[in-house]
């Protein structure tokens, strides 16, 4: 029985890629998306339909973020932190807190969603009972899920969602029971 080679991990940063960050279009897309489901990535985001829902949906993340912006938001996630997914902490005159992302908020109640895997469930917290709020500067999505990935890797993730994912030629894709 032959022992599974050691993973080398390593704490990456972004002077790390200064030398070979490159074009995202020389990137390869298809090992991108391995790198993607590798890393667990579609666990919490989406990607032209690939993954569940529960972070932000990065299809048009290349849109907003580009070459080394991009890669730093994959490497330190809480650099820029989307509003709709940054937690809050409601700090409650009886004393209690609530924590959790704002689904949201009307004239008398903010609505908190503690956990963003039990989206149905919702925490209705009284405006007139905060004492006070506070946004978490640390994002729901942990630094270092790619240690154990090479630099080659890490950039042909950059350049897959740079690309928006990698998208089925038409010839390929079916109908499933639709129809045109």
Not at 36 to 54: E, I, N
Not at 93 to 100: A, I, M, P, R
């Amino acid at each position: 029985m032959s022992a599974r080679p050691a993973t080398t991990m390593r704490e990456w940063k972004l002077a790390d890629f200064a030398a070979s960050l490159g074009k995202a279009e020389q990137r390869d897309v298809m090992r991108g998306f391995k790198v993607f489901m590798d890393a667990q990535c579609h666990q919490c985001h989406q990607v032209s339909g690939h993954g569940v829902a529960l972070g932000p949906d990065l299809t048009k993340v290349g849109e907003k973020f580009k070459g080394a912006e991009l890669l730093r938001q994959v490497l330190e996630p809480s650099a820029v932190i989307d509003d709709q997914f940054r937690t809050w902490t409601f700090a409650q005159k009886k004393g209690e807190e609530v924590s959790g992302t704002i689904q949201k908020e009307d004239a008398k109640f903010v609505y908190v969603r503690p956990s963003l895997l039990a989206p149905d469930n919702v925490v209705r917290v009284n405006k007139a009972q905060i004492a006070s709020r506070k946004p978490a500067q640390l994002s729901p999505m942990p630094e270092g899920l790619l240690a154990a990935f090479s630099e080659e890797q890490i950039l042909d993730l950059v350049g897959f969602l740079g690309a928006g994912g990698y998208q089925l030629p038409e010839a390929l894709k079916h109908s499933h029971g639709k129809k045109p």
